[in-house]
């Protein structure tokens, strides 16, 4: 389940959980069966993985981190082979709320590749976009870390520089952009600039109605895809 632009990415932290999550990851892949040219990932707390991915079949099931060991030593670490068993295929690395040093981001990027789990890392200004672009990452997240969760978006400035900077690097990389989203709105503005997809946390788990501010969201996503294929046409 190559993750193919534009995507959506639903980041839930661990805000929820449980029976509300598998909800919500049901909503998701409904979506993402309903509109197979886009990709929809849902992120979710550890324990949670596998019941999401056991009950869904076209959602990427995403997990928040992981750490670049392999199976032996490393009590409390997060174990690569365990999260591929269990059904994820992308990960989150250098999260602003888990960030990791330079070397520990090798070694995951490197056992993401060789798993055959896709790795998004997160960049929070330009200069670090354009060093982590060159450890080839799957996904690049641009998001400046004092926007988190303030539904203030990225400038049209920073959004088009990133852009720029890492396709300049490696065109084949995904560049995320997220900082801030809280509507449809922002989500169609971010995939209009350019980007390859965009996602929400409090957005989505502070709204009166998850399932349909998570359908809004994902529509959005479709509708800019939509207008390119006209254009095309």
């Known amino acids: 389940m190559k993750i193919k632009s534009p995507f959506f990415c639903f980041n839930p932290k661990s805000y929820f959980y449980g029976e509300k999550l598998l909800a919500l990851a049901k909503k998701a892949d409904e979506l993402a069966e309903k509109l197979p040219h886009l990709s929809v990932l849902m992120t979710a707390p550890y324990a949670d993985l596998s019941t999401i991915a056991n009950n869904t079949k076209h959602l990427i099931v995403t ?7 392999d199976p032996g030593r490393g009590m409390g670490a997060v174990l690569p082979e365990s999260l591929y068993q269990a059904g994820v295929r ?14 520990e981001l090798v070694q995951a990027i490197r056992k993401g590749k060789e798993l055959g789990i896709q790795t998004i890392v997160c960049a929070d200004s330009l200069e670090e976009a354009r060093s982590i672009a060159l450890l080839k990452p799957d996904v690049l997240l641009c998001e400046p870390t004092e ?3 303030t539904g203030q978006t990225s400038d049209d400035d920073y959004i088009q520089k990133t852009n720029e900077a890492v396709k300049g690097i490696d065109p084949e990389i995904l560049v995320l952009q997220a900082a801030g989203i809280s509507s449809a709105e922002d989500v169609y503005r971010m995939i209009q600039m350019g980007a390859d ?7 989505i788990t502070e709204a009166d109605d998850p399932e349909e501010t998570l359908e809004q969201m994902v529509m959005a996503v479709n509708q800019v895809y939509q207008e390119r294929f006209e254009a095309e046409k």
């Open 63 to 69: 997990a928040q981190h992981m750490d670049g060991i």
């Open 90 to 103: 992308a990960v989150f690395l250098n999260h602003a709320e888990h960030a990791m040093t330079f070397s």
């Open 147 to 149: 926007l988190i969760g």
């Open 197 to 203: 997809g965009t996602g929400c946390t409090s957005g």
